[in-house]
């Protein structure tokens, strides 16, 4: 009956390189909870699937952070209960220096808080859009990791999540595997 009061997101995500697993997914909600958790790991050329929940009279609001070798990468996404209050948020965060690994609040925090104009400063790359009738996809690329994203603008969203590794030269291939062959420790 309260159905039509209810938000949901579910994220997809398409893990396409051939080196590089997401694993230690972590959550964080302003407003819901995970009604259907991501899997530890999404090892290369494989996909998964979560869903987030919220009660009747919420929105659905949180971030959804993975962990690889070399990066995190953050999700912010905002389903709110009355769109005419608040927009719709698809946000994404690619970080080297693997930024998402503290407190997830302030992750939240900073990517709920992002404009809407690409943010990089070489180590962090960072999206962020409001979507209405008119949706795009969110982009962002760091070193050789590149991360897109779509949203729905339904009250039972779905947002789709690709990681590819970008095309490079015969050198830059030689500094990729060692780039993922490089310790934890000197990273």
């Given at each position: ?84 209050r608040f927009p719709m948020e698809l946000g994404l965060e690619l970080s080297l220096v693997k930024a998402h690994l503290g407190r997830l609040e302030d992750t ?80």
């Amino acid at each position: 009956m309260w159905e039509f009061l209810e938000r949901s997101v579910e994220i997809q995500i398409s893990n396409t390189t051939r080196n590089v697993t997401l694993e230690n997914p972590r959550t964080y909600f302003y407003s819901g909870h995970s009604s259907f958790p991501p899997r530890p790991s999404v090892p290369p050329g494989s996909s998964d699937t979560c869903q987030f929940s919220s009660p009747p009279f919420c929105g659905c609001v949180g971030v959804l952070v993975y962990e690889a070798t070399a990066f995190t990468v953050a999700v912010f996404f905002s389903n709110p209960l009355d769109y005419n209050r608040f927009p719709m948020e698809l946000g994404l965060e690619l970080s080297l220096v693997k930024a998402h690994l503290g407190r997830l609040e302030d992750t939240y925090t900073r990517m709920s808080q992002m404009g809407t104009l690409p943010t990089s400063n070489g180590t962090t790359a960072g999206c962020h859009v409001t979507l209405d009738n008119c949706q795009e996809p969110v982009q962002v690329s760091v070193g050789h990791v590149k991360v897109t994203a779509t949203m729905s603008n339904t009250r039972r969203s779905i947002i789709r999540v690709v990681l590819e590794e970008e095309e490079c030269s015969g050198k830059e291939v030689r500094e990729r595997l060692l780039f993922y062959q490089t310790p934890k420790e000197l990273i």
